[in-house]
């Protein structure tokens, strides 16, 4: 998938860790999955997310990567 092909490229480039890419996916895809959920049903103050979700999702990408 897209999302595997750009860890994998990531790795190659030096740019993320070297663990499987199936390690990195599985969280990133969670948190992806979960913000969209939560700013489609207009839940995202009331878990006190008030950060713009492509910043919060931007944070952590690069402190996984």
């Given at each position: 998938g897209?999302?595997?092909d750009a860890i994998v490229q990531c790795?190659?480039?030096?740019i993320?860790?070297?663990?499987d890419p199936l390690e990195i996916a599985?969280?990133?895809w969670s948190l992806v999955h979960g913000l969209a959920?939560?700013?489609i049903g207009g839940q995202?103050?009331?878990v006190g997310?008030?950060?713009a979700?492509?910043?919060?999702?931007?944070g952590v990408v690069a402190q996984v990567l």
């Open positions: 897209d999302l595997l790795q190659a480039a030096g993320a860790g070297g663990q599985g969280p990133l959920s939560l700013a995202l103050g009331a997310i008030v950060q979700p492509d910043e919060l999702i931007a």
